[in-house]
């Protein structure tokens, strides 16, 4: 069974405008955690954002947020302010686990999001 | 600045050809990781380090092996490549088990031919 699952592989978005991204997910384990990752053409994944399991609150960093809905099992990421620099692959991964063993993501497919003018 | 970097970004190898990718930090992390991404995948963790205690996932074929010298260095190995093993191969590091971000570097494009 799919562990993280991306239903949306593109999205488009104005610029200006804000963008969700669904993640869901599949686990038994009461701790793990979430992320998404940003991929552009380049190809290095670059971190945007994480969330814990047992955290409270949903994550935020600058104009990326996490709408965590843990009885739902998604994490969707949401973008404010669309920026052209936006335009990339995204991917949403879970950790299991905690601390028996490095830090091993599992990967969605990805959501190709295009901002456009 | 503090970084991972991979070497070199595009590499061909012939069919069978043995070859290297490299990967360095500068981060001083203990936990060194080599992911496959194949076109319009996700990525796919081969194998991790956890300082010299090396870690392989159970469905990663034997033909990749890694070998991590020291902290800065990892390198996978690809022993025999084929043309299934075209894809971008991505290194990421962590600075401990219990650390939730990894960071990783630009990845090696590696074509087979």
């Known amino acids: 069974a799919q562990k993280i699952t991306q239903t949306q592989p593109g999205m488009f978005v104005q610029e200006k405008e804000a963008v969700t991204l669904d993640c869901t997910y599949d686990?038994?384990?009461?701790?793990?955690?979430l992320f998404w990752y940003k991929q552009p053409s380049s190809g290095e994944m670059i971190f945007l954002i994480y969330?814990?399991?047992?955290?409270?609150q949903n994550a935020t960093e600058g104009r990326y947020s996490l709408n965590f809905q843990k009885a739902r099992k998604s994490a969707n990421l949401v973008i404010s302010a669309s920026q052209l620099g936006d335009s990339a692959m995204y991917f949403c991964?879970?950790?299991?686990?905690?601390?028996?063993?490095?830090?091993?993501?599992?990967f969605g497919t990805g959501t190709r999001l295009q901002v456009t003018l | 600045d503090a970084m991972v970097i991979q070497n070199p970004r595009y590499q061909v190898t012939q069919f069978g050809k043995p070859v290297t990718l490299s990967c360095s930090q500068t981060l001083n992390h203990n936990v060194m990781y080599w992911y496959q991404q194949k076109s319009s995948q996700a990525p796919k963790l081969l194998f991790h380090y956890y300082d010299k205690d090396f870690n392989n996932e159970a469905d990663t074929p034997d033909n990749f092996q890694s070998r991590r010298p020291n902290t800065s260095f990892c390198f996978l190995d690809i022993r025999s490549p084929g043309l299934g093993d075209a894809a971008m191969y991505l290194c990421a590091t962590s600075r401990d088990k219990r650390e939730h971000e990894q960071y990783f570097g630009p990845g090696t494009r590696l074509t087979v031919t």
């Open positions: 686990t038994s384990d009461p701790s793990y955690g």
């Open positions: 969330q814990g399991s047992y955290d409270q």
């Open positions: 991964a879970m950790r299991e686990g905690w601390g028996g063993t490095a830090s091993k993501l599992t």
